[in-house]
């Protein structure tokens, strides 16, 4: 008898350390779903550090100003409240394990992206974008057509 308790205890206790470890629970957001959101916080993020850079020169705190609103728009695309993304994010944290699976699609789906576009130097490149990776400011120094939108209103009025 005492036997049979052990086995059933072992067995018991066998099959609740083999449960669901790599879930979530339900009011935490998906690891597909938190890895979108997360990479286009990072797209975003990117954006306007890019925008900072070039030509806006906006303050460090305006900046981030900036970047707050996009990331609720993010929030507000991927249909989750701000408390589910901080509540989500702290369960993540909290486990590092799921954390690093969550970063690294999100890194594996930048990497993507960013192999799509290209390497600079690339013949097939634009030429804006070659020239960017030789000399950071070209489009304020060499002449490039520009489209402009105005200039055939602008013909049309004068020709009538």
Same mark, same amino acid.
């Given at each position: 008898m005492?036997?049979?308790t052990?086995?059933l205890?072992?067995l018991?206790?066998?099959?609740?350390?083999?449960g669901e470890?790599?879930?979530?629970?339900?009011?935490i957001?998906g690891?597909?779903k938190?890895?979108?959101?997360?990479?286009?916080?990072?797209?975003a993020?990117?954006?306007?550090?890019e925008?900072m850079?070039?030509?806006?020169?906006l %303050? @460090?705190? *305006? #900046?981030?100003?900036?970047?707050? &609103?996009?990331y609720k728009?993010i929030l507000?695309?991927? !249909?989750?409240?701000?408390?589910?993304?901080?509540?989500?994010?702290?369960?993540y944290?909290?486990? %590092? @394990?799921? *954390? #690093?699976?969550?970063?690294?699609? &999100?890194?594996?789906?930048?990497?993507?992206?960013?192999? !799509?576009?290209?390497?600079?130097?690339?013949e097939?490149?634009?030429l804006?974008?070659r020239?960017?990776?030789?000399?950071?400011?070209?489009e304020?120094v060499?002449?490039?057509?520009?489209?402009?939108?105005i200039?055939?209103f602008?013909?049309?009025?004068l020709?009538?």
């Open positions: 005492k036997n049979i052990r086995l205890t072992g018991l206790l066998f099959l609740f350390s083999c470890g790599d879930s979530v629970p339900r009011n957001i690891k597909e938190m890895s979108a959101i997360l990479v286009d916080m990072t797209l993020d990117a954006y306007s550090n925008l850079v070039q030509a806006l020169r %303050p @460090d705190s *305006l #900046r981030q100003e900036k970047v707050k &609103v996009f728009q507000d695309l991927h !249909k989750v409240s701000i408390k589910e993304f901080t509540t989500s994010y702290a369960y944290e909290s486990h %590092p @394990d799921k *954390l #690093r699976d969550v970063f690294q699609v &999100v890194q594996a789906d930048i990497s993507a992206r960013k192999n !799509k576009l290209g390497n600079p130097i690339d097939n490149a634009p804006l974008f020239l960017k990776s030789i000399f950071p400011y070209a304020k060499i002449a490039l057509p520009r489209t402009d939108t200039r055939p602008v013909k049309r009025a020709v009538k």
